[in-house]
């Protein structure tokens, strides 16, 4: 039977992954259940900040089943992927509750956690740095002594010896004090919010086994398998190729699991008991106080117009809180400076980012990797400038977004390929929300209603040399295995491989088999699956895959059918005369060699390999932030409207918008259900989720009962996504990167919405009714 | 059924999906452990372990329970349903019809509640749907898909019945 190619790239085809999903088949790593596996647990520290002066293991070692104790004196090196700055069990001193002390591995899980409750540590308490703006001042507690000698990973990190800045970033572009001086309005505002958390349903877990030979088996819910490879060989001098590392398919990740923290400590308990294979798993109160989490922020912005209402110039102070170590937050710092003045033309930028140490649990990347919190600043100075102005925030925003032409903070020139259509985003996102100028309105039953509205964008900031491969190995039917090393964690990536594969061999979909799991040892390399970047990248990697595929075929086709690889064209599982496509070959005839009919065979497996790396992005200059760290900008508009009840403070969220542009859209649903999920995240996040602090510096809501995540019910009525296609050139069929998008401008929409009908300026978050009455009410 | 007891382990028999199954238990084990650790049946998912997030629900007796706060000791006299014996069911179809799988980690936990509302209530309103729902988080949606799922459902029975009784006139 003839398969005819219908046009995948553009059908929202359904996902490969669901119909396992929905069925409970579908093995995460929890789920792979070994007989005789050792189990690991942590004891964690009781202190935000204090000196170790003993450990006392005796206890905890007459619990039956108890196999081995690690300590923090087994490696008491630090590690880290921008900045090693985290031994990775406390040595010397804890820096946050939570903190790991020691690893019990035990032959069941409720041993070990039995153990692990009777580790005895006599701590010499020092003062708690219990807030980013704490750490920030001159006479603050210093929390790492060593700063000075930590080893830098990454050129792109300046660390403040004698201080908790762990790095600090600048951007100075054009003359900002002159330009300051000669603007007719200007604003000052001040934002923050706490640390909180990625909340994946699945939390974070890590197997490892070390064979006799020196193989050091790992499975894991990462992010980033390769980075695994990377600091086991940086850091524990493992050879790379000894190193295989696993990823099924991730219950989530946001962000949270691109960091590695639980493979070297389930590395130092399988050392400890002979390499034997030992399994971490975190339950949530460990995923939320011990594993890194999402930063906390604090911001002051200052922007400048002229006598037209144009942005002459922008001030940022951005404090990033890393929480105890830098990890992911020191990029965070520099991506947040790189895009500071969000989607707007700003000529004279003046930028000092901090990534800030304080005693509480430390972050790494959350979905927008600093860009949801920029853009709340951002965007909320936009809304009270404009107010201040007396002018429209929309028509106030269309005047100043950014253009092809422009450059950003960075000096990274736009071009129509490199960025999408702001202006256009914001034009489609007014009619959707039916924009009245900030009107706010009063229901039948007395309760206010509000709009708010948002720009954002976002480059892809990864490393200079970022790269993903693919291979595509033609099986005996004519199908086709596609091996990446893309990790599926909910956004649908393998889905939209395999589109894109399909499109390119004009094949049908459905013969295209992703490999859903990682495994480094068969899987060409890929930086990470973060960054908004798989379907740049590993798409791209694709099509040169699929390019040489079609290569091959014509060759070993031209030999078949006895003419010249110049005449052939390959679709429909056939490889065919151009002006004769009825003259052809099936693929499955020739893709594991052409058979003559007396038995010689010439050819072999078809295998189709691509490699996409990122291409002339630069590191940023140390004084002035110039460079070029992304290769292209995706942009949107967000709308939200909301119904606020003056009488107790409460809100509901009517609508959600969301109208992206991320170059052409391969599957319009998948990218659907991104834009969805991410205004939601976002909007959970701004209306609920903060962790509480005491003043030792200990999390009071470390658990889903008092931390509030949205619940089914109290997502908004409607959520409306639409999609403006620029296609992008150098993207695979013209797209861009969109997985974290949805999520960036939620919290300031939502804050906008908020603050017109309460009348109240909202700088921070979370907008419990709690915090709108105290902002409103006592003016804090 | 209790088979046999000793100071640590007791062997009881569960009857989940419709067979009866012998597992070895300890006292404290949780219906989420025995199912998963002994039976292999890991669709219902461990993710907070308090009753917070309904990722371990599975149905007893056909009513939506956290099977971590469960002790498999507290089942043996009851029908347990896991995710396994659904492969057949409406709601796992809408589930995947209407988008409403992301990484699809608390997606047992929601098909199994949901089997349950439409059968409790087959004319469950908004309000409904919601009271029922509330138990069990989702990261990736924003739960409209969810919503969409459970009332394809809802509507497609309504229909079923609808005929049946034309029918029966």
Same mark, same amino acid.
């Given at each position: 039977?003839?398969?005819?190619?219908?046009?995948?790239?553009?059908?929202?085809?359904?996902?490969?992954?669901?119909?396992?999903?929905?069925t409970?088949?579908?093995?995460?790593?929890?789920?792979?259940?070994?007989?005789?596996?050792?189990?690991?647990?942590?004891?964690?520290?009781?202190?935000a900040?204090?000196?170790i002066?003993?450990?006392? !293991?005796?206890?905890?070692?007459?619990?039956?089943?108890?196999?081995?104790i690690?300590?923090?004196?087994?490696?008491?090196? =630090?590690?880290?992927?921008?900045?090693?700055?985290?031994?990775?069990?406390?040595?010397?001193?804890?820096?946050?509750?939570?903190?790991?002390?020691?690893?019990?591995?035990?032959?069941?899980?409720?041993?070990?956690?039995?153990?692990?409750?009777?580790?005895?540590?006599?701590?010499?308490?020092?003062?708690?740095?219990?807030?980013?703006?704490?750490?920030?001042?001159?006479?603050?507690?210093?929390?790492?002594?060593?700063?000075?000698?930590?080893t830098?990973?990454?050129?792109?990190?300046?660390?403040? =010896?004698?201080?908790?800045?762990?790095?600090?970033?600048?951007?100075r572009?054009?003359?900002?004090?002159?330009?300051?001086?000669?603007?007719?309005?200007t604003i000052?505002?001040?934002?923050?919010?706490?640390?909180?958390d990625h909340?994946?349903?699945?939390?974070?877990?890590?197997?490892?086994?070390?064979?006799?030979?020196?193989?050091?088996?790992?499975?894991?819910?990462s992010?980033?398998?390769?980075?695994?490879?990377?600091?086991?060989?940086?850091?524990?001098?493992i050879?790379?190729?000894?190193?295989?590392?696993?990823i099924?398919?991730l219950g989530?990740?946001?962000?949270?699991? $691109?960091?590695?923290?639980?493979?070297?400590?389930?590395?130092?308990?399988?050392?400890?008991?002979?390499?034997k %294979?030992?399994?971490?798993?975190?339950?949530?109160?460990?995923?939320?106080?011990? &594993?890194?989490?999402?930063i906390?922020?604090?911001?002051?912005?200052?922007?400048?117009?002229?006598?037209? $209402?144009?942005?002459?110039?922008?001030?940022?102070? #951005?404090?990033?809180?890393?929480?105890?170590?830098?990890?992911?937050?020191?990029?965070?710092?520099?991506?947040?400076?790189?895009?500071?003045?969000?989607?707007?033309?700003?000529?004279?930028?003046?930028c000092?980012?901090?990534?800030m140490?304080?005693?509480?649990?430390?972050?790494?990347?959350f979905?927008?990797?600093?860009?949801?919190?920029?853009?709340?600043?951002?965007?909320?100075?936009?809304?009270?400038?404009?107010?201040?102005?007396?002018v429209d925030p929309?028509?106030?925003?269309?005047?100043? &977004?950014?253009?092809?032409?422009?450059?950003?903070?960075?000096?990274s020139?736009?071009?129509e390929?490199n960025?999408?259509?702001?202006?256009k985003?914001?034009?489609?996102?007014?009619?959707?929300?039916?924009?009245?100028?900030?009107?706010?309105?009063?229901?039948?039953?007395?309760k206010?209603?509000a709009?708010?509205?948002?720009?954002?964008?976002?480059?892809? !900031?990864?490393?200079?040399?970022?790269?993903? $491969?693919?291979?595509?190995?033609f099986?005996?039917?004519?199908?086709?295995?596609?091996?990446?090393?893309?990790?599926?964690?909910?956004?649908?990536?393998?889905?939209?491989?395999?589109?894109?594969?399909?499109e390119?061999?004009?094949m049908?979909?459905?013969?295209i088999h992703?490999?859903?799991?990682?495994?480094?040892?068969?899987?060409?390399?890929?930086w990470?699956?973060?960054?908004?970047?798989?379907?740049?990248?590993?798409?791209?990697?694709?099509?040169?895959?699929?390019?040489?595929?079609?290569r091959?075929?014509k060759?070993?086709?031209a030999?078949?059918?006895?003419?010249?690889?110049?005449?052939?064209?390959?679709?429909n599982?056939?490889?065919? %005369?151009?002006?004769?496509?009825?003259?052809g070959?099936?693929?499955?005839?020739?893709?594991?060699?052409?058979?003559y009919?007396?038995?010689h065979?010439?050819?072999?497996?078809?295998?189709?390999?691509?490699?996409?790396?990122?291409?002339?992005?630069?590191?940023?200059?140390?004084?002035?932030?110039?460079?070029d760290?992304?290769?292209?900008?995706?942009?949107?508009?967000?709308?939200?409207?909301?119904?606020?009840?003056?009488?107790?403070?409460?809100?509901?969220?009517?609508?959600?918008?969301?109208v992206?542009?991320?170059?052409?859209i391969?599957?319009?649903?998948?990218?659907?259900?991104?834009?969805?999920?991410?205004i939601?995240?976002?909007?959970?996040?701004?209306?609920?989720?903060? #962790?509480?602090?005491?003043?030792k510096?200990?999390?009071?809501?470390?658990?889903?009962?008092?931390?509030?995540?949205?619940?089914? $019910?109290?997502?908004?009525?409607?959520?409306?996504?639409? #999609?403006v296609?620029? =296609?992008?050139?150098?993207?695979?069929?013209?797209?861009?990167?969109?997985?974290?998008?949805?999520v960036?401008?939620?919290?300031?929409?939502?804050?906008?919405?908020?603050?017109?009908?309460?009348?109240?300026?909202?700088?921070?978050?979370?907008?419990?009714?709690?915090?709108?009455?105290?902002?409103?009410?006592?003016?804090? | 059924?209790?088979?046999?007891?000793?100071?640590?382990?007791t062997?009881?028999?569960l009857?989940?999906?419709?067979v009866?199954?012998?597992?070895?238990?300890?006292?404290?084990?949780?219906?989420?452990?025995?199912l998963?650790?002994?039976?292999?049946?890991?669709?219902?998912?461990y993710?907070?372990?308090?009753?917070?997030?309904?990722a371990?629900?599975?149905?007893?007796?056909?009513?939506?329970?956290?099977?971590?706060?469960?002790l498999?000791?507290?089942?043996?006299n009851?029908?347990?349903?896991?995710?396994?014996?659904m492969?057949?069911?409406?709601?796992?179809?809408?589930?995947?019809?209407?988008?409403?799988?992301?990484?699809?980690?608390?997606?047992?936990?929601?098909?199994?509640?949901?089997?349950?509302?439409?059968?409790?209530?087959?004319?469950?309103?908004?309000?409904?749907?919601?009271?029922?729902?509330?138990?069990?988080?989702?990261?990736?949606?924003?739960?409209?898909e969810?919503?969409?799922?459970?009332?394809?459902?809802?509507?497609?029975?309504?229909?079923?019945?609808?005929?049946?009784?034309?029918?029966?006139?």
């Amino acid at each position: 039977m003839q398969k005819e190619f219908r046009k995948t790239v553009g059908t929202a085809e359904q996902r490969i992954d669901a119909v396992e999903k929905s069925t409970g088949n579908v093995k995460y790593l929890g789920d792979k259940l070994i007989t005789g596996m050792l189990h690991a647990k942590v004891a964690t520290s009781t202190e935000a900040h204090a000196r170790i002066k003993s450990i006392d !293991t005796n206890e905890a070692w007459k619990v039956p089943g108890v196999r081995a104790i690690v300590t923090g004196d087994t490696f008491p090196f =630090p590690i880290g992927p921008i900045l090693a700055d985290r031994p990775p069990i406390a040595f010397d001193k804890v820096r946050y509750y939570g903190e790991p002390v020691a690893i019990i591995v035990a032959d069941y899980p409720y041993q070990a956690k039995q153990a692990a409750s009777k580790i005895v540590v006599k701590y010499e308490k020092l003062p708690v740095v219990n807030s980013v703006e704490q750490a920030f001042q001159e006479d603050a507690p210093i929390i790492h002594e060593q700063l000075g000698q930590y080893t830098k990973i990454i050129d792109n990190v300046y660390p403040v =010896p004698g201080t908790n800045i762990a790095s600090h970033i600048k951007i100075r572009k054009g003359q900002f004090g002159q330009a300051w001086a000669t603007c007719k309005d200007t604003i000052t505002a001040t934002y923050s919010f706490n640390l909180s958390d990625h909340a994946a349903m699945e939390t974070r877990s890590a197997t490892v086994e070390i064979n006799p030979d020196g193989r050091v088996i790992v499975h894991s819910t990462s992010q980033s398998p390769f980075t695994i490879k990377k600091i086991l060989n940086q850091f524990f001098n493992i050879e790379v190729g000894k190193v295989i590392v696993h990823i099924p398919m991730l219950g989530g990740a946001f962000g949270g699991k $691109g960091a590695v923290q639980l493979e070297p400590l389930a590395y130092l308990a399988s050392s400890a008991v002979g390499g034997k %294979l030992v399994k971490l798993q975190y339950e949530r109160e460990e995923d939320m106080m011990t &594993a890194p989490c999402h930063i906390g922020f604090n911001a002051t912005v200052k922007l400048g117009v002229n006598e037209e $209402g144009k942005l002459l110039a922008g001030q940022y102070t #951005f404090l990033i809180e890393a929480g105890a170590y830098s990890d992911q937050a020191a990029g965070i710092t520099r991506a947040a400076a790189l895009d500071c003045t969000g989607p707007y033309h700003i000529p004279n930028v003046w930028c000092d980012s901090y990534c800030m140490y304080t005693n509480h649990p430390y972050a790494t990347s959350f979905r927008g990797y600093g860009h949801p919190e920029l853009t709340f600043a951002i965007e909320r100075t936009m809304d009270q400038l404009a107010k201040q102005l007396n002018v429209d925030p929309i028509e106030f925003r269309l005047l100043n &977004a950014i253009k092809p032409g422009h450059s950003t903070p960075t000096q990274s020139v736009l071009t129509e390929n490199n960025i999408g259509d702001t202006a256009k985003c914001m034009i489609r996102a007014k009619e959707l929300i039916e924009w009245n100028g900030n009107q706010t309105t009063v229901t039948e039953n007395g309760k206010i209603r509000a709009k708010g509205v948002s720009l954002f964008w976002k480059t892809s !900031t990864t490393s200079t040399n970022a790269q993903a $491969g693919a291979v595509l190995l033609f099986e005996p039917d004519g199908t086709v295995k596609l091996s990446c090393a893309a990790v599926e964690i909910g956004q649908g990536t393998k889905t939209i491989l395999a589109q894109i594969a399909a499109e390119r061999l004009k094949m049908n979909m459905k013969d295209i088999h992703v490999t859903m799991e990682v495994n480094t040892q068969y899987n060409p390399h890929q930086w990470r699956t973060v960054a908004s970047s798989t379907t740049f990248l590993a798409g791209n990697a694709v099509l040169a895959a699929a390019d040489d595929a079609i290569r091959q075929l014509k060759k070993i086709g031209a030999v078949a059918l006895q003419c010249s690889e110049n005449d052939l064209e390959v679709g429909n599982s056939r490889v065919y %005369l151009r002006s004769k496509p009825t003259y052809g070959i099936d693929i499955k005839t020739i893709c594991l060699g052409y058979k003559y009919p007396n038995g010689h065979t010439v050819g072999g497996q078809i295998i189709g390999t691509g490699v996409h790396v990122q291409r002339q992005l630069t590191e940023m200059d140390k004084d002035t932030g110039f460079g070029d760290p992304g290769p292209w900008w995706s942009v949107g508009a967000q709308a939200v409207e909301i119904e606020w009840d003056e009488q107790n403070y409460t809100y509901e969220i009517l609508k959600a918008i969301t109208v992206m542009d991320g170059g052409t859209i391969i599957n319009p649903m998948t990218a659907t259900q991104q834009m969805r999920g991410g205004i939601f995240l976002g909007l959970s996040i701004a209306s609920g989720e903060s #962790f509480e602090f005491n003043d030792k510096g200990v999390i009071q809501n470390p658990d889903f009962r008092t931390y509030q995540l949205m619940r089914f $019910g109290e997502q908004p009525k409607e959520y409306i996504v639409e #999609f403006v296609e620029t =296609p992008n050139e150098d993207g695979p069929f013209g797209a861009r990167g969109i997985g974290e998008y949805g999520v960036i401008g939620a919290a300031s929409a939502l804050a906008n919405s908020l603050s017109s009908a309460t009348k109240t300026e909202l700088n921070k978050l979370p907008l419990t009714p709690e915090l709108i009455w105290q902002t409103r009410e006592v003016g804090q | 059924m209790i088979s046999s007891n000793t100071r640590k382990y007791t062997v009881v028999s569960l009857l989940v999906n419709g067979v009866s199954h012998d597992v070895m238990i300890r006292s404290a084990d949780t219906l989420l452990y025995t199912l998963r650790e002994q039976l292999g049946l890991t669709g219902a998912k461990y993710a907070c372990g308090n009753g917070d997030c309904g990722a371990c629900t599975v149905l007893v007796n056909g009513k939506p329970m956290h099977s971590c706060l469960t002790l498999a000791i507290e089942s043996i006299n009851d029908e347990i349903t896991t995710i396994e014996s659904m492969k057949h069911s409406d709601i796992r179809s809408a589930f995947v019809a209407n988008w409403a799988i992301q990484c699809g980690y608390c997606t047992p936990g929601f098909i199994l509640n949901c089997h349950a509302l439409v059968n409790e209530h087959p004319d469950a309103d908004d309000e409904i749907i919601e009271e029922w729902l509330k138990s069990n988080l989702c990261r990736c949606t924003g739960y409209q898909e969810i919503k969409d799922a459970v009332k394809s459902v809802l509507e497609a029975n309504k229909l079923k019945a609808k005929e049946n009784s034309n029918l029966a006139q």
